[in-house]
């Protein structure tokens, strides 16, 4: 399992801003190389969860996720559209029915 030291070290953790950090951006390569080691320079743009570089991610992900968002939206609100549609039909249809029962007494 990876996890925080792996990245920002033990004793050596230090801002991203500062440029002994494992994670600043001079060094990140060179951290993420130390398993990942065919790692190239676009490697580190990949923008980690918690990382404010993550917004230099390739912007075709920030599309991905506003399309995701409108597309998740737009079919919440068809399937209550939807339902609220069939509440109404079947109230029409109850509504039908007693009124034909009644006619025939
Ligand atoms: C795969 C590598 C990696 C792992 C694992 C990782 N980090 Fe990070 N972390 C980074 C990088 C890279 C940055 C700097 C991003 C940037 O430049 O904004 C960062 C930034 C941060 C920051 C922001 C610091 C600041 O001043 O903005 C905090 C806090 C942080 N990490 C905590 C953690 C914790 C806690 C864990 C474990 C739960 C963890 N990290 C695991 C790579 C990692
Ligand atoms: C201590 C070893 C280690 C370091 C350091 C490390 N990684 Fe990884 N990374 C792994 C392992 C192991 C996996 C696959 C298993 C997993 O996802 O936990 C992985 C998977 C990934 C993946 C695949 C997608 C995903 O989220 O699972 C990406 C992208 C990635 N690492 C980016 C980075 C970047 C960027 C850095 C440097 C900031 C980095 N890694 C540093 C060990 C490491």
Redesign the pocket.
Do not use: G, I, K
């Given at each position: 399992m990876?996890?925080?030291?792996?990245?920002?070290g033990i004793h050596t953790i230090q801002?991203?801003?500062n440029p002994f950090?494992t994670?600043?951006?001079a060094n990140?390569l060179e951290?993420?190389q130390q398993c990942h080691p065919d790692a190239g320079s676009r490697f580190?743009g990949v923008g980690?969860a918690?990382?404010?570089?993550?917004g230099k991610s390739p912007p075709i992900l920030s599309w991905f996720n506003r399309i995701y968002f409108v597309l998740i939206l737009a079919m919440l609100g068809f399937l209550v559209f939807y339902i609220l549609l069939d509440v109404l039909k079947r109230r029409q249809e109850k509504k039908e029915l007693l009124r034909q029962v009644l006619a025939e007494k």
């Open positions: 990876v996890t925080c030291y792996d990245c920002h801002r991203p801003d950090s994670v600043n951006s990140l951290t993420c580190t980690l918690h990382s404010r570089s993550a």
